[in-house]
């Protein structure tokens, strides 16, 4: 039994917003000097690859651009968006003294 095509496009869409994700914190990473500029850039890579083979198959048979390319697209840009934001707000300690050691009377 074959897989359709626009669930492979779905999958590789999926695949390519979990890319963008991660290109997003790792774009705090590299701003912060937590990391190298070689990981952005893989993953960066990798998002654009994902990116661009979901409008793939649409050049021959339909249109170039489809409601599901927009879709992922969107979510995507979203997905990096999120990620810089969630990654670089600055978190404070959680003070856990009294939780772990309770105050004895």
Same mark, same amino acid.
């Given at each position: &039994?074959?897989?359709?095509?626009?669930? *492979?496009?779905?999958? =590789?869409?999926?695949?390519?917003?979990?890319?963008?994700? &991660? /290109?997003? @914190?790792? /774009?705090?990473?590299?701003? +912060?000097?937590?990391?190298?500029?070689?990981?952005?850039?893989?993953?960066?890579? +990798? %998002? *654009?690859?994902? =990116?661009?083979?979901?409008? =793939?198959?649409?050049? @021959? !048979?339909?249109?170039?651009? #489809?409601?599901? #390319?927009?879709?992922?697209?969107?979510?995507?840009?979203?997905?990096?968006?999120?990620?810089? /934001?969630? !990654?670089? @707000?600055? @978190?404070?300690?959680?003070?856990?003294?009294? %939780?772990?050691?309770? #105050?004895?009377?």
């Amino acid at each position: &039994m074959p897989v359709s095509m626009e669930f *492979l496009r779905g999958v =590789l869409g999926l695949i390519g917003v979990g890319c963008a994700y &991660m /290109a997003g @914190r790792s /774009a705090v990473a590299v701003s +912060r000097g937590w990391q190298k500029k070689k990981s952005l850039y893989g993953w960066v890579i +990798r %998002t *654009l690859a994902c =990116l661009v083979a979901v409008a =793939l198959p649409g050049v @021959r !048979t339909r249109e170039p651009v #489809d409601i599901t #390319d927009i879709i992922v697209w969107a979510l995507a840009a979203g997905a990096f968006a999120a990620a810089y /934001a969630i !990654t670089g @707000r600055e @978190r404070k300690a959680e003070d856990l003294t009294h %939780t772990i050691f309770p #105050d004895e009377e």
